[in-house]
C-alpha cells in the first residue's frame, strides 16, 4: 500500500510538473475558468481573454440562432448570471463578432467564420 501511495504522488507531481512548462513555454495565463481549455488559437482576442471558454460558448450559441438571442436566454441557456452575460456580449461586440439589435444578439460574418474555423480545426 505505501508504494502505491509513493507512485501516485510522484506521477501527480510529475503531472503538475509538466503543466508548469506547458504553460510558461506558451506564455498562457491561467483563468478563473474552470473549464478553460489551453489551446493555441490564432485571434489575439481570444487568446488575451480571462475566459474564452465562457466567451465561445456564447458565440457558438448565437451563430446557431438564425433569429438573435436575448441577455436572459443566453445566462439561462449557460447558466451564468445576466451581468457576466452582458460582460462578455460587450466584450464580443467591441470585436465585431456580433451586433446588438434591439434587445438581441446576432452573429456578424466575422463571429461565424470564427465559429466555423473553430469546429473546422477540432475545438
Known sequence: ?????SILFAVSITLFHIGLLISKHHNYRFSSCPF???IPLTSDFIVDTKCRYNLLKILELIEEAEDGLTVEYIS????????SVSM???????HGLIKHIGDKYKATEEGRKLIESLKLSGF
Open 88 to 94: 462578455y456580449l460587450n466584450r464580443l461586440e467591441s
Open 76 to 83: 439561462t441557456n449557460l447558466n451564468l448570471s445576466r451581468k
Open 36 to 38: 478553460l481549455a489551453y
Open 1 to 5: 500500500m505505501p508504494i502505491k501511495r
